[in-house]
């Protein structure tokens, strides 16, 4: 009985200290374009506060994607997640339905319904626990807020168990959200909205906050004429959205008394520094320096605010780029690097046709989509032909295309870990291929899958704590962030 006791005593004890350990709020910032050229390049020029103090004291590192990048939210949901897409089911943005031969948001649900938006969506792709599914079971009281820019990065931040989540609608130009989570709208949006904040903003005009001759990297026509946008035109791709997401971020702190008791909290947000005409990650204007001039303000103000409200030694930020656009392929051809596409359509069509001069006129593909293609498995069985037959025979054919690094089986990726980490079982066609480097992946003509064409592309993180914290060495694999935030 005595040993019970003690027993018992002890896990009371490491559960106060747990608690008193953990910080009373977490904020986690996916920023999309930054990188960390971007910020050593132009942390002498900002003004004290938000990315220029992050730079200075908090823990620096990069990461890497142990998985291909194409530019959407698969690295998001690596980073969230700690796991590569073939564990959280995230490949790419969109997804081919077999059944029905159309391509599908990741995120779309018909049973969500949306308030104030049209778009049907939560995490219910998501395969594996988030940040926020972790933190809703060690402290199930937690208060958990996700605010973003777009849609689906923000549900992906959200994660499954998130109090709610909600994002800018360029074109009502007010919060929405999804009913997936349970508090759907949250109240301070719903102020925000009804206060009329957004078209306030939206209604200015965004020129240079500094002389063009004082910008690093002004386009010829900067220095011409500047730059000049309506912000209500270009939204998502202005400096006033990331100081909306703040603002209310800051709405819901205080509305939710976010981090004033002994209960860790959480707040996800999706900020970015690419501006309208913004080709590549790296900065080549002034409009997208004076995104992160604006960004460093907005992020310094947020933690001016949280330093009064709850206190330095209260909050923990961890900021994290995105990578979306990568290097600018015209940057590339003039480093005679030149950037060359592949078809993924005209691959399926000759494919088609390639089987049909095989096995007779008949429709042998589904269709293709990312890195796969679609056999027409019904008609393989109906015919009595041996699908593993048909998709060596159709991988041998992928390798004579010009670009294609490597084609296979589904069922032999496993042997190449950059391309079996990057495919879920529930999504991956019967044949796979992967790309010699420098080479984009296209939908049709005009449509790219791949916006990255950099050979494994890395991302800044930057962790600031008010306590201590031992820290790893050396880049880190990008599924080890969420251990920044919980060892």
């Not at 908090?58 to 990048?69: D, E, G, K, R, Y």
């Not at 969500?112 to 395969?127: N, R, V, Y």
Request: include cysteine; glycine fraction near 6%; charge should be negative.
């Amino acid at each position: 009985m005595r040993k019970t006791c003690l027993y018992y005593t002890l896990i009371a004890c490491l559960c106060a200290l747990s608690l008193q350990a953990a910080p009373r709020l977490t904020v986690v910032a996916v920023v999309d374009g930054l990188t960390t050229e971007n910020l050593s390049t132009l942390r002498l020029y900002w003004l004290p506060g938000g990315l220029r103090t992050l730079s200075e004291e908090a823990f620096q590192t990069s990461v890497a994607f142990p998985h291909l990048v194409y530019g959407g939210n698969e690295t998001t949901a690596t980073l969230v997640t700690g796991t590569t897409p073939d564990r959280h089911g995230y490949t790419m943005d969109r997804y081919f339905m077999r059944r029905e031969r159309k391509v599908y948001p990741m995120l779309a649900d018909e049973t969500a319904h949306g308030i104030g938006t049209d778009l049907h969506l939560s995490p219910k792709a998501l395969l594996a626990q988030t940040m926020t599914d972790r933190m809703r079971i060690l402290y199930p009281e937690a208060k958990i807020y996700a605010i973003g820019l777009h849609a689906e990065t923000t549900v992906l931040l959200a994660g499954h168990a998130a109090n709610a989540c909600c994002w800018l609608d360029s074109k009502s130009q007010e919060w929405v959200a999804t009913a997936a989570y349970t508090e759907g709208l949250p109240s301070a949006a719903f102020e925000q909205n009804k206060s009329g904040r957004t078209p306030t903003l939206a209604a200015r005009q965004w020129t240079p906050r500094l002389d063009i001759p004082t910008y690093m990297t002004p386009t010829a026509q900067e220095r011409k004429k500047g730059f000049a946008y309506e912000v209500k035109e270009v939204l998502p791709y202005a400096p006033e959205a990331n100081t909306l997401v703040i603002e209310l971020a800051l709405a819901i702190q205080q509305a939710e008394k976010m981090g004033t008791d002994k209960t860790p909290d959480m707040l996800m947000l999706h900020l970015n520094t690419l501006s309208p005409k913004a080709t590549s990650d790296r900065i080549t204007s002034a409009e997208q320096e004076d995104m992160y001039i604006r960004l460093n303000q907005d992020l310094g103000y947020l933690m001016e605010q949280l330093d009064r409200r709850i206190g330095k030694m209260n909050y923990q930020i961890l900021v994290v780029g995105r990578p979306v656009l990568g290097t600018d392929p015209q940057v590339l051809n003039e480093l005679h690097l030149p950037v060359q596409q592949f078809n993924i359509d005209r691959a399926s069509a000759l494919t088609g046709t390639y089987l049909m001069a095989l096995y007779g006129h008949e429709r042998w593909v589904d269709g293709a989509y990312g890195q796969s293609i679609y056999l027409n498995r019904s008609l393989i069985e109906q015919k009595g032909l041996n699908l593993e037959t048909m998709q060596r025979q159709v991988a041998d054919f992928l390798m004579d295309f010009e670009g294609v690094q490597v084609a296979m089986p589904n069922y032999e990726a496993v042997h190449y870990p950059m391309l079996r980490n990057g495919l879920c079982k529930k999504h991956t066609g019967d044949v796979v291929f992967m790309l010699q480097p420098g080479w984009q992946l296209m939908l049709n003509e005009k449509q790219a899958l791949d916006h990255v064409v950099d050979e494994n592309p890395v991302a800044p993180v930057l962790f600031w704590s008010g306590t201590l914290r031992t820290m790893p060495q050396g880049t880190l694999d990008a599924t080890d962030i969420i251990n920044l935030i919980f060892d």
